[in-house]
Each structure stands twice: as structure tokens, then as C-alpha cells.
């Protein structure tokens, strides 16, 4: 099933504010007692918070729906406020409302629908049904004291029309402060903040003793509850990864994932293995070491396998009898030793014109676009990888421009070929990695500074006699399936988060 999901269009109704109740007090030797009807409930408010254990859209429904204000009571007796709803999501989503046509009704034009057909008394009697409750057997819409209560409440409906009139005047206007709600989450919630408010709850409705009067000592009219607010959002999670893996399908970035952290992100050998992005942390030592080499020592010498082929022996291992290998082992002993963490994203392949959608196209482009630094990933076992390189740069340009500005390195993945025995190939291998990094250098020369970015301010103080240039994109050979090689490429992106964090506002 599916398990991943970064796009999402919500429906949105905030709860329905309870009735308010006709009633009069009856006691012992009180047979005609004041009106004692309760007010109704707050219909329970909807909110957007961001919570950090989540890292999907997948738990939100299409629809989401307030609970409803309890009625009022007799005895003063009033209605229960509702509870709120929350919608969670993820750090890194962005909620927008959604204006065009694909919003629903809001609640005056549901209202409007349901009086579509109906003319002169019919419609009247509908409108006055869903705004008024009245005592049982008892029909007051012609009575003096209704008439005053009713002009009362149209006055106010008048009012709230003509306020959305003119906010609907200003946002055709271009005003930006009436364009619609639009923002996002970076970081998780605080624990004793709700969130942000996207519907409110509707009024609860007046108790008959709210149309008291000196001459009307026995009101036998009451309000319906409001309903609640109604607003459509558009989520879109864009994953906040420090780093970003960016290459061709079968590139081996789910195998890097797989050696560098502890997720177990599928391998096998054919393109488009990776649908979804996945995300894994990496976390570095003291003693420059990383988890993975630091936990699994025994299994440095075991290469990554197809993720098939591995449940197949994990299968046979468990029908025999035994225990399946877990890579998952305590590391309470380390983690005071601990010096930094970051996350790494797998990313679907890239593939030529994926800027125009082609392929995962624009559902892969979003999902790296606010990593902290990229990391191409070319296959150096393939005939050109400085061709893929090129590609690769191109597309993320005709995403966004600007975005491959944010690769710092260079991953030559599958370069176990390097240690072949055959001199040859070894020759071959070398040449083709010399290739690479002359491509990198052509591409490091489309980046000149960018003196509006505060990186870039700092390394133009610091290069007094030196010509202004970025520093230099990394190329690292590296065998992912072997684990040859990833210390360097660890080393690399620890210094780029770091670097990247300590630019950032707090």
C-alpha cells in the first residue's frame, strides 16, 4: 500500500455551533416559572500543527470535520464547546487555500444550494427553519416580539455580507493580505501551542432567555448554532533533508542510503526502484566515524545485496530455525561521543526532461528543493557519467534556477572497478574519472558569486586577493554495495551541513 504521500487537497469544516433551548423553569408551587432555556456549544475549531513524528501526508483525510456544539438545555443548562480538531503534519509542509475552482462550498453557499428552487413562503420558512427553534406546538412567526428578534438578526447577517463583499472587492483588488491563508512548517510545534487556526467553530445558539424583554416575559424562541467556518487547503510536503541525493535511476542511491544509515530503503537492479522519497540519519562520532561503520564492523566486508534476494535468505534463516540478522543494535554506550546528525534524502531517479514532468518529473524536482546542499550520484561503471552529470545539472536549472547552485558534491558510484585486477580496466576506470572531474569543472564555471546570499558575502570578505569563486564541487569515487570509500564522502557532508546550519537564522 501506499506509504508515502506529499500532495493533498483537504476539505475542511469547522464544527456546527449547538441549538439553543426553549424551556421555562418548573418547580414545587412554580407552575409558570422564567424562561430557563441554556445557550448552545462552540463548534469545535480546526487547526493546522506541525508534529515531528510523522514524515507523510498519508494519515490526513479528504475531509475533516469539526465536531458539533451540544445543545442547550433546560434548567440554564447550557451546551457542551466542542472539542478541536487537529490536523498533524509533517515538518517541511506547506498548506495553501485553495481559491480556484477546485475549492468547496464555503457555509453561504451550501446555504444557497439549499435554497435553490424554492420561492416566496417556502423559501422563507427555510430560511427561518434553519435559524430559529421554537417551543413545542407553539407557532410565533407572525408575533410582534419574533418579528423584532428577526429583524435583529438579519441586521447582523447583513453586516457579515457586506464585510465579505469587501473582502472579496479587495483580494480581486490584488490586495496580498486577502489572497488566502498560505504557509509553512519548518520545525515541530511547541508542545503548548494549538497550531495555527484554519476554521473556526461556529456560535452556539441563544437560549430563550437571551429574548427577554419587560414586554415579553415568556419568549418561546431560541437561535440554531452558527455553522462552523469552511475552507479548502492544498498540503504539499517538501522534505527538509539535509542532504539530497540526486541522480539517474539505478545510480545507486538507495544503496548508499542503505550503507550510509539504518534504513532499509529497496535495492534492486532495475530503474525506478526508489517511487518515494526516503529519508535516513546519519550520525558521525567524535572520532569521525559514522554509525553504520561503527555499529555493523562485522558486516563491512559484506556487500549490499537486492533487497529480494536478502528477504529470501532472511526466509530460509527463519524456516531453519534461526534468527534473522538485525542491524538495529544498542548504541546507548555512544551516544555522549555523538559530534553531529544529519539526514539524507533517496530521491526518485531523474531522468531527462524530468522539469517537464516527464517521468516522476515534478514529484521528485519538489521533494529536494530546500535540502540544505545536493549530492550527484553518477553511475561510473556506465559509458558516459559526465553526460548524466550534465543532465542532471540542466534539469534541476529548468526546475528552479538557481537550485543545482545547492550541489556540493559528486558521488562516482559503482567505482569498485578501480580495485579490479585487471590493469585495463583499472586504466579505463581512471580515465573515466578524470573525464568526470573535467565536466565538474565546466559546471563549477556557470557559478559566479551570488552577492545577495549571505555565503556568498562571507567568502567575498575572506578572498581579498584571491578572484571571487565558490568553492570547488567535491568528486569522491565510492562503492556503495562494498562500502569502499564513504568515510571521505561523510566527511564531505558533514562539513556542508554544518557549514549550511551555521548560516541559517536561528
Not at 556568498?456 to 567535491?474: C, F, G, K, M, Y
Request: glycine share 10%; aromatic share 6%.
Amino acid at each position: 500500500g501506499q506509504t508515502f504521500l506529499d500532495h493533498l487537497i483537504v476539505s475542511v469544516h469547522a464544527g456546527k455551533g449547538g441549538d439553543g433551548a426553549v424551556a421555562f423553569h418548573r418547580e414545587k408551587f412554580k407552575p409558570n416559572g422564567p424562561p430557563s432555556g441554556g445557550n448552545g456549544g462552540q463548534g469545535g475549531n480546526v487547526y493546522v500543527k506541525c508534529v515531528p513524528n510523522i514524515n507523510s501526508l498519508i494519515g490526513i483525510t479528504k475531509k475533516v470535520r469539526g465536531a458539533n456544539g451540544g445543545n442547550g438545555l433546560g434548567t440554564w443548562c447550557h451546551g457542551k464547546n466542542a472539542l478541536d480538531e487537529f490536523i498533524c503534519v509533517p515538518p517541511g509542509t506547506v498548506v495553501r487555500e485553495v481559491m480556484d475552482h477546485r475549492r468547496s462550498k464555503d457555509q453561504y453557499e451550501a446555504e444557497e444550494e439549499s435554497l435553490e428552487g424554492l420561492e416566496g413562503e417556502e423559501r422563507l420558512k427555510k430560511i427561518r427553519s434553519l435559524r430559529w427553534v421554537h417551543y413545542p406546538q407553539f407557532d410565533s412567526w407572525d408575533g410582534d416580539f419574533f418579528q423584532e428578534a428577526e429583524e435583529e438578526l438579519m441586521k447582523e447577517e447583513r453586516a457579515e455580507a457586506r464585510a465579505r463583499e469587501w473582502q472579496k472587492a479587495q483580494r480581486e483588488a490584488g490586495d496580498p493580505a486577502y489572497q488566502g491563508l498560505e504557509f509553512e512548517f519548518t520545525k515541530p510545534t511547541p508542545s503548548n501551542d494549538k497550531g495555527i487556526l484554519v476554521a473556526s467553530g461556529g456560535a452556539g445558539g441563544y437560549g430563550n432567555p437571551h429574548f427577554l424583554t419587560l414586554k415579553n416575559r415568556s419568549p418561546k424562541f431560541a437561535t440554531r448554532g452558527k455553522p462552523g467556518g469552511r475552507i479548502t487547503l492544498e498540503f504539499e510536503l517538501k522534505l527538509l533533508a539535509d542532504i539530497g541525493l540526486v541522480g539517474f535511476p539505478n545510480a545507486g542511491k538507495s544503496t548508499i542510503l542503505r550503507a550510509l544509515t539504518r534504513s532499509r530503503a529497496e535495492v534492486a537492479p532495475y530503474a525506478f526502484t526508489t517511487l518515494n522519497p526516503q529519508v535516513g540519519t546519519v550520525r558521525v562520532w567524535e572520532d569521525g566515524r559514522y554509525e553504520a561503520v561503527d555499529h555493523r564492523l562485522e558486516a563491512q566486508s559484506t556487500p549490499i545485496e537486492d533487497s529480494v534476494l536478502e528477504r529470501e535468505k532472511q526466509e530460509e534463516i527463519i524456516k531453519s530455525g534461526g534468527y534473522p540478522s538485525s542491524s538495529k543494535k544498542s548504541d546507548h554506550g555512544r551516544l555522549q561521543g555523538e559530534a553531529l546528525r544529519f539526514t539524507i534524502a533517496d530521491n526518485p531517479g531523474l531522468i531527462a526532461r524530468a522539469s517537464e514532468n516527464v517521468g516522476l518529473g515534478h514529484a521528485f524536482l519538489k521533494s529536494i528543493e530546500r535540502s540544505l546542499a545536493l549530492v550527484y550520484v553518477v553511475d561510473l561503471s556506465g559509458d558516459a557519467p559526465w553526460d548524466e552529470l550534465r543532465i542532471l545539472k540542466n534539469e534541476l536549472e529548468k526546475y528552479k534556477p538557481g537550485l543545482s547552485s545547492n550541489a556540493m558534491m559528486v558521488l562516482a558510484n559503482k567505482a569498485d572497478l578501480l580495485d579490479d585486477s585487471d590493469p585495463e580496466k583499472v586504466a579505463i576506470a581512471k580515465q573515466k574519472l578524470k573525464r568526470l572531474e573535467d565536466a565538474v569543472r565546466d559546471i563549477e564555471k556557470d557559478y559566479p558569486l551570488d552577492l545577495t546570499s549571505p555565503a556568498d558575502q562571507d567568502l567575498a570578505l575572506t578572498s581579498v586577493s584571491e578572484p571571487l569563486s565558490r568553492p570547488p564541487i567535491d568528486v569522491v569515487p565510492i562503492s556503495a554495495k562494498y562500502k569502499l570509500n564513504l568515510e571521505l564522502a561523510v566527511e564531505h557532508m558533514a562539513r556542508y551541513v554544518t557549514e549550511a546550519r551555521g548560516l541559517q537564522p536561528e
